[in-house]
């Protein structure tokens, strides 16, 4: 009997920090946005409530993160061919902002940038890129983690219809 509920206590403890990673990983954060301290790329402190002016997707991303780089890079080809025009795309690195206006340089991205005042992980973001989707009100009204197939056509509209 003693074996059994050994047995049972680790497959218990198992199964809390396997749910704890995954939450920890996998599940974007619940961040109050109106507490972000950003700074725009010319040294300008920012509210993140001043962004506010349409639908708007919001990447926190790095230079350095392979994913985030083929987001954006769609992003843009996409922004090319006159699509998604109707949102703003609002990029957040917690990297210096010589490295993210580098970055955005190098890549000829016409997003807006923005760092943040600290490391990602004391805002909770754990993994990258962690991506929000915000309707015209800017509200949250969808989290992701991780590349968003934007070349897909029902990604793309699912998107937009929910953040209008």
């Known amino acids: 009997m003693n074996k059994f509920w050994l047995n049972t206590s680790i497959i ?5 920090v396997a ?3 995954y939450v920890k990983f996998r599940v974007a954060p619940d961040i109050d946005f109106v507490k972000l ?3 725009n790329l010319e040294g300008k402190n920012i509210k993140f409530s001043e962004l506010r ?11 350095w993160c ?19 025009q109707e949102i703003s795309i609002v990029v957040v ?15 000829q ?18 993994t990258i890129p962690s991506n929000y989707f915000l309707n015209k009100k800017f509200e949250i009204v ?17 998107y937009l219809k929910l953040m209008q």
Do not use: M
């Open 93 to 107: 690195s917690d990297e210096p902002l010589n490295v993210i206006r580098n970055f955005k340089e190098v890549h």
């Open 109 to 126: 991205f016409d997003f807006e940038f923005y760092s943040v005042n600290k490391p990602f992980s004391e805002i909770g973001i754990n």
């Open 12 to 16: 218990a403890v198992f199964c809390a």
């Open 53 to 63: 002016n349409k639908a708007t997707f919001l990447s926190f991303s790095t230079s």
């Open 37 to 39: 301290n950003l700074t």
């Open 142 to 158: 969808e989290k992701h983690i991780g590349e968003v197939n934007w070349s897909d056509p029902s990604t793309q509209n699912y």
């Open 66 to 84: 392979g994913a985030c780089i083929e987001e954006l890079i769609e992003l843009k080809s996409l922004r090319e061919k006159n699509e998604l």
């Open 19 to 21: 749910f704890y990673l």
